[in-house]
Nanobody, 124 residues
Framework: QVQVVESGGGLVQAGGSLRLSCTVS????????MGWFRQAPGNEREGVSY????????KYSDSVKGRFTISRDNAKNTLYLQMNNLKPEDAAMYYC?????????????????WGQGTQVSVLS
């Protein structure tokens, strides 16, 4: 049984930083590309970032490019998202997406497994 567990969310002032983590069990983590998504109330789930199996290729949405950094530690089966210079519009539930199956990295349907999410709130 695959389990995807996010952590690291919280409340932060605008301009602050948070580091999200995602631990995956039940699949061979190092074989799969991964992604981070977010969803604010009333909005669709949107792709934030993507990383390939060894971390050599990363992608970001235009809204977070230059502020967020995705990384992974295959020895620890863990995915990270370092978020700097947070803005109020970054507030959302953040989801870890496991096992990219191909196609558009920013489309939720391109991933097989999901966590329950971790909430990020940003005070202006």
């Amino acid at each position: 049984q695959v389990q995807v567990v996010e952590s690291g969310g919280g409340l932060v002032q605008a301009g602050g930083s948070l580091r999200l983590s995602c631990t995956v069990s039940g699949l061979t983590f190092r074989l799969y590309s991964m992604g981070w998504f977010r969803q604010a109330p009333g909005n669709e789930r949107e792709g934030v970032s993507y990383i390939d199996v060894i971390g050599s290729s990363t992608k970001y949405s235009d809204s977070v490019k230059g502020r967020f950094t995705i990384s992974r530690d295959n020895a620890k089966n863990t995915l990270y998202l370092q978020m700097n210079n947070l803005k109020p519009e970054d507030a959302a539930m953040y989801y870890c997406a496991a096992a990219f199956s191909g196609g558009d990295w920013s489309r939720p349907g391109s991933y097989k497994y999901w966590g329950q999410g971790t909430q990020v709130s940003v005070l202006s």
